[in-house]
């Protein structure tokens, strides 16, 4: 099955075209897109500057790594299943989209470098490993901002 016959499979589809031809659907959509996001980029925010000394410092980083990972997790959930169901209505349009291409690609490298690089980080400071390296918070969040950036740039350029 290609992305054609999956893009044509979206466009017949009569529960999609109730989201696509809806007054208020899409929009309402992206309003938890961005709620989402905001738990996603907060909690990261939040988790770096722990890292990296600017704050939190009173916290063990256990204590606060815990909670945060759980709210920033339930961001990225929400973020994802809402996205998708915006993409949905209009596949074709997004992916001849260069700040959604951009948008994609740059979250799955924000995806793996989070999940690996800056997760091995959080463990052993939690561990007691100090690793106060300023470079993995500053990567973490300029990932996490570039994602941001190129999604808002959807609506902007093609």
């Known amino acids: 099955m290609s992305f054609q016959d ?8 009569k ?28 909690g990261m925010v939040i988790l770096n500057l722990r890292l990296s000394g600017l704050g939190f410092s009173e916290l063990p ?13 339930g961001g ?3 973020a994802i299943v809402s996205g998708f169901l915006v993409f949905l209505p209009d596949p074709a349009r997004y ?5 959604f291409r951009t948008k994609m690609s740059l979250l799955c490298v ?34 996490w901002f570039l994602v941001g950036w190129a999604g808002r740039a959807i609506a902007f350029l093609g």
Not at 61 to 73: E, N, T
């Open 76 to 78: 990225l959930a929400l």
């Open 61 to 73: 980083i256990a204590v606060l790594g815990k909670q945060v990972w759980r709210w920033a997790i």
């Open 95 to 99: 992916a001849a989209n260069y700040a």
């Open 15 to 42: 529960t999609i075209d109730i989201l696509r031809n809806s007054k208020y659907a899409i929009p309402l959509i992206q309003s938890f897109h961005l709620f989402g996001i905001t738990l996603l980029l907060g």
């Open 110 to 143: 924000a995806l793996l470098f989070q999940f690996s690089f800056f997760r091995r980080t959080l463990r052993a400071e939690e561990a007691g490993v100090s690793r106060s390296h300023i470079i993995i918070p500053c990567v973490s969040l300029t990932l």
């Open 6 to 13: 999956l893009w044509r499979l979206s466009y017949d589809s």
